[in-house]
């Protein structure tokens, strides 16, 4: 089936740095990705979609400019957290679209110290 | 807003069979169902999804309501690594964004 490969599984950052996370389609083209977070004990959050060769549509509430994501070819979407704060620690998870279901990475977790 | 309601949480027998519910009574025509669960620190993993009839796979059968207000998600025979947060999902098509409510915390026990 499809795999969504995502890198690194886990990252410790200092305040103040950046941080890059990728997200891959070993074995398909994804024109759209997903990048969701999420917060101990709580649900998933979408936080933008990441259309290949455009912009990203970022959801009401998310910093565009804190969250960049680029998607520059069909298999690669990557986001990168700006200027990290401890806040910004949490579980960051991509995923895109396959049939039947979405296919998701298996997860970022960032820690900012 | 999610457009699903599900229970927070449900303990299950291993070897039983696990009923989930789902009320979905906004769901649209062209709406399906999909279900998904996510296993501690992993990303969530499709499992099943319909829009009117019911439907089986390998690890699960989906049970859709005749007026599709409500949908069961049955585990026929829970296992210990059945253990996870089950997320019941409306949406339109296949490759528009998912939005996850709270799901339903399954424990499943010896």
């Known amino acids: 089936g499809a795999v969504v490969s995502q890198h690194p599984s886990r990252v410790i950052c200092k305040s103040g740095t950046s941080v890059k996370i990728e997200c891959r389609s070993l074995?398909?083209?994804?024109?759209?990705m997903f990048w969701y977070r999420q917060f101990p004990k709580q649900s998933l959050m979408l936080m933008a979609t990441?259309?290949?060769?455009?912009?990203?549509?970022?959801e009401q509430g998310v910093e565009k400019d804190k969250f960049l994501i680029n998607h520059a070819s069909l298999t690669l979407s990557t986001l990168t957290v700006t200027s990290a704060h401890p806040e910004d620690s949490s579980f960051y998870i991509c995923s895109a679209g396959t049939l039947p279901g979405y296919t998701f990475g298996s997860g970022t977790r960032l820690t900012v110290v | 807003d999610a457009k699903t309601t599900q229970p927070p949480s449900m303990d299950c027998a291993e070897g039983r069979a696990a009923n989930l519910p789902c009320n979905h009574s906004t769901i649209s025509g062209n709406e399906y169902v999909y279900w998904y669960r996510q296993i501690h620190s992993q990303g969530p993993q499709y499992i099943i999804h319909g829009l009117k009839n019911n439907e089986t796979n390998e690890m699960a059968s989906l049970i859709i309501t005749e007026d599709r207000k409500s949908s069961t998600l049955i585990l026929p025979h829970a296992t210990l690594r059945d253990t996870a947060v089950y997320y019941c999902i409306v949406i339109e098509a296949a490759g528009n964004k998912l939005t996850f409510g709270g799901g339903t915390r399954v424990l499943v026990k010896p």
């Open positions: 074995d398909f083209q994804a024109t759209t």
């Open positions: 990441s259309n290949e060769g455009s912009k990203a549509t970022y």
